[in-house]
């Protein structure tokens, strides 16, 4: 690697961490070059739009900012145009003819739309097809239906690449910068999501929820963000309704509740995107999804989106949406309930026997 390489590599690792932590706030269009889409997005949507100018945050946050809007790749694409009113529904036969038209001719994508989102892909049109129609619109018209009042206000692509290959190549073409992860993200500066479709459903349903929460729920905490999405990461077919089913975060909770480890849930409630995000453990992730476990398992689910979006005004943690919900008196009864269930889950029981927890403490 020649030396100024390295010496940027070095600066954008420093950046990096300082941002992550959340040590310095730097505007989004600056912070996607040092963090990736996908994070930047996680620490800054809804949250942190306004423009450098703005930005007041002393001479040298604001000189670095200027340093690194300077060092946004070339040819990174700009951000969705904002050609028509905030209450105008998106035409989505505009945004398919202006897709087509960007997309190189081969390989040859096909496009679904499944509002809100344009499901664009290189494998084989049937299973892009499927994917769309089974996955993608199956997914937003359940949100729709059961969780949120509101579309996301612009048509959102997701883009399913058939191999790596294909990820790595289109992702670089469209955003103008390498995949932040591996698997796929959503970035929030083309608008899109972008996966290797390998990475399965899962992962996609996951995506799938981050725009509709942007929408409904642009100041939430990163709990329920994170929470109702990765709820449904791995969900199955019950009564023609989805739900979660029990994956490898559950033995995440499992650990951090026999440690002792786990956090009560108004100190869930309570942290900032860069303390939640900057969680090496996973136990902040693995710890909001069971909390959104437990209110599907309670029946409670579809009561605390709606109580939420009624209260999160005054509670925007979700304390007050969750005691509603549960009909619960608040966070001390919901500690001692959720612990408790979370214990006696049988898939707790049955994860001891395999042995891939301590026995019972
Ligand atoms: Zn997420």
Not at 191 to 199: F, I, Q, S, T
Not at 251 to 265: I, K, N
């Amino acid at each position: 690697m020649r030396s100024e390489e390295a010496e940027g590599a070095r600066r954008r690792y420093l950046y990096r961490r300082l941002v992550s932590r959340g040590a310095l706030r730097v505007p989004l269009r600056g912070a996607i070059p040092l963090v990736g889409p996908d994070c930047a997005y996680h620490l800054y949507a809804g949250r942190d739009p306004a423009p450098a100018g703005r930005a007041r945050r002393g001479r040298a946050a604001a000189l670095l900012a200027a340093l690194l809007l300077a060092a946004a790749p070339a040819g990174s694409p700009a951000a969705p145009a904002a050609d028509r009113r905030a209450d105008e529904p998106p035409d989505v036969d505009r945004h398919v003819a202006a897709l087509r038209r960007r997309l190189p001719a081969a390989p040859a994508f096909t496009l679904r739309v499944a509002a809100p989102y344009v499901v664009v892909g290189d494998g084989p049109p049937d299973e892009v097809a499927r994917l769309a129609e089974h996955v993608v619109a199956r997914a937003a018209g359940e949100f729709r239906a059961r969780f949120f009042a509101r579309d996301p206000g612009t048509i959102v692509d997701v883009y399913l690449f058939k191999d790596r290959d294909s990820y790595y190549r289109h992702t670089a073409m469209l955003t103008g910068s390498p995949p932040e992860s591996p698997l796929g993200f959503f970035s929030s500066h083309a608008n899109a999501l972008l996966m290797d479709v390998n990475a399965g459903e899962g992962a996609l349903m996951h995506e799938l929820v981050h725009p509709f929460v942007r929408s409904n729920w642009p100041r939430c905490p990163p709990w329920i963000n994170e929470g109702l999405a990765t709820l449904f990461e791995d969900c199955r077919d019950r009564g023609g309704r989805l739900e979660g089913a029990h994956n490898g975060r559950f033995l995440t909770l499992l650990r951090a509740l026999d440690r002792g480890s786990a956090l009560p849930f108004s100190s869930l409630a309570a942290l900032s995107d860069a303390a939640f995000y900057n969680d090496p453990t996973g136990l902040h992730y693995a710890q909001s999804r069971y909390v959104f476990f437990h209110l599907q398992q309670r029946g409670a689910l579809d009561a605390f989106c709606r109580r939420y979006a009624e209260t999160s005004r005054d509670d925007p943690t979700g304390g007050a949406a969750l005691a509603d919900a549960l009909k619960i008196e608040g966070p001390a009864e919901f500690d001692r309930a959720w612990r408790a269930a979370m214990l006696a889950d049988p898939w707790a029981a049955r994860l001891r026997a395999e042995g891939r927890l301590a026995p019972k403490p």
